[in-house]
Nanobody, 113 residues
Framework: QVHLVESGGGLVQPGGSLRLSCAAS????????MSWYRQAPGKERESVAG???????NYADSVKGRFTMSRDNGKNTVYLQMNSLKPDDTGVYYC???????WGQGTQVTVSS
């Protein structure tokens, strides 16, 4: 059974940093593309970043240069390092396995002074 567990969210001031983690189980992690999504209050869920099996990353324009996604296949975990955070980055952050409609429960990120 596919299981994804996000952690690392919290309250941070503008300009601050957070590192999110997503621990995966129930499938051969190294074989799959993984992605991070976020959903702000009142808005649709949007893609933030993705990483291929080989470690190639891509980012939404809104986070490019500030966020870095990585993976550790030995730990079955993906990470999202978020720097220079802005209030617009506030939302619930989810990781997702692709292909397949498998999501974690999400972790709340709030950027506010």
């Amino acid at each position: 059974q596919v299981h994804l567990v996000e952690s690392g969210g919290g309250l941070v001031q503008p300009g601050g940093s957070l590192r999110l983690s997503c621990a995966a189980s129930g499938f051969t992690f190294s074989n799959y593309y993984m992605s991070w999504y976020r959903q702000a209050p009142g808005k649709e869920r949007e893609s933030v970043a993705g990483i291929t099996r080989g470690g190639t990353t891509n980012y939404a324009d809104s986070v490019k240069g500030r966020f870095t996604m990585s993976r550790d296949n030995g730990k079955n975990t993906v990470y999202l390092q978020m720097n220079s955070l802005k209030p617009d980055d506030t939302g619930v952050y989810y990781c997702k396995r692709i292909p397949g409609d498998y999501w974690g429960q999400g972790t709340q990120v709030t950027v506010s002074s």
